[in-house]
């Protein structure tokens, strides 16, 4: 009977400690600010907007909604993900899923979605509002260094240009030295108002519907053993902010709809 006892004397032992150590885990986070990595991707975060853009406001606010505090550092994107695979940060704001990428990181739920179209110059192309007759045409395609494309795109029978930067694809497109960029609309938009004004002149618009739909997640490094924690949290806030509303008032804010 005492050895019975003895059993569960540490069993329950073992149960308060691990009890204590999350609430000390818990409270440890809530009085520090959890530090995540992120590059530029206008309108949708960066330095340079307001309240550093709608995608880092909703992480802010779903992790205020469990006591939890944010800081962001901004960087490119390959130094981020590289860094929080390190454990310099807890995770990423914000990645597309792949399931390569999946092997190695938690998945939040989405946070929304970015819709990736083909901008184009609008007096040259009048007559090609179909993909399909667009890509088995001629033209000039071009690309940002290392994003992510379709299948499509690769595949199609367009010259392909590679840039570092979106803001210098658009430059290209209106100065006719490609016809084609893939973009998510709002960040082509984005671009398309910051154009000098002598390129402005050059109307560019898209063709619909979406080449595809790409839904933004944060990401946390499946190693960490405070990812699914923090995981669990954020996913819990951001449901609540789509419960009361918060979220949609937050993307009618900061992010209005585009219009054509």
Same mark, same amino acid.
């Given at each position: 009977?005492?050895?019975?006892?003895?059993?569960?004397?540490?069993?329950?032992?073992?149960?308060?400690?691990?009890?204590?150590?999350?609430?000390?885990?818990?409270?440890?986070?809530?009085?520090?600010?959890?530090?995540?990595?992120?590059?530029?991707?206008?309108?949708?975060?960066?330095?340079?907007?307001?309240?550093?853009?709608?995608?880092?406001?909703?992480?802010?606010?779903?992790?205020?909604?469990?006591?939890?505090?944010?800081?962001?550092?901004?960087?490119?994107?390959?130094?981020?993900?590289?860094?929080?695979?390190?454990? %310099?940060?807890?995770?990423?704001?914000?990645?597309?899923?792949?399931?390569?990428?999946?092997?190695?990181?938690?998945?939040?739920?989405?946070?929304?979605?970015?819709?990736?179209?083909?901008?184009?110059?609008?007096?040259?192309?009048?007559?090609?509002?179909?993909?399909?007759?667009?890509?088995?045409?001629?033209?000039?395609?071009?690309?940002?260094?290392?994003?992510?494309?379709?299948?499509?795109?690769?595949?199609?029978? %367009?010259?392909?240009?590679?840039?570092?930067?979106?803001?210098?694809?658009?430059?290209?497109?209106?100065?006719?030295?490609?016809?084609?960029?893939?973009?998510?609309?709002?960040?082509?938009?984005?671009?398309?108002?910051?154009?000098?004004?002598?390129?402005?002149?050059?109307?560019?618009?898209?063709?619909?519907?979406?080449?595809?739909?790409?839904?933004?997640?944060?990401?946390?490094?499946?190693?960490?053993?405070?990812?699914?924690?923090?995981?669990?949290?954020?996913? %819990?806030?951001?449901?609540?902010?789509?419960?009361?509303?918060?979220?949609?008032?937050?993307?009618?804010?900061?992010?209005?709809?585009?219009?054509?």
């Amino acid at each position: 009977m005492s050895h019975l006892f003895g059993k569960i004397s540490r069993y329950a032992f073992l149960m308060n400690s691990l009890l204590f150590c999350s609430s000390l885990f818990a409270n440890t986070l809530a009085h520090n600010p959890i530090i995540f990595a992120s590059s530029e991707y206008p309108p949708h975060y960066g330095t340079d907007l307001v309240k550093q853009g709608v995608v880092i406001e909703i992480v802010r606010r779903a992790f205020a909604r469990q006591q939890l505090n944010i800081d962001v550092a901004f960087m490119p994107f390959a130094r981020a993900m590289h860094d929080t695979e390190q454990g %310099l940060y807890a995770g990423v704001i914000a990645i597309w899923y792949t399931e390569a990428r999946a092997e190695t990181w938690l998945y939040s739920q989405p946070i929304y979605a970015n819709h990736i179209v083909l901008f184009k110059r609008k007096a040259d192309f009048r007559v090609k509002q179909n993909l399909d007759t667009v890509l088995a045409g001629n033209g000039t395609l071009g690309f940002v260094t290392g994003y992510l494309q379709h299948p499509l795109l690769h595949q199609s029978n %367009l010259s392909k240009v590679s840039v570092a930067s979106e803001e210098q694809l658009f430059k290209m497109l209106a100065m006719q030295r490609v016809d084609y960029v893939p973009a998510d609309l709002q960040s082509g938009l984005y671009f398309i108002s910051r154009l000098p004004v002598e390129l402005r002149q050059s109307a560019i618009d898209w063709l619909a519907p979406a080449l595809e739909v790409k839904p933004m997640h944060l990401a946390f490094p499946k190693h960490h053993p405070d990812s699914e924690y923090l995981k669990q949290q954020f996913d %819990l806030g951001l449901q609540a902010l789509k419960d009361s509303g918060e979220f949609a008032e937050l993307l009618h804010q900061l992010l209005p709809e585009p219009s054509k």
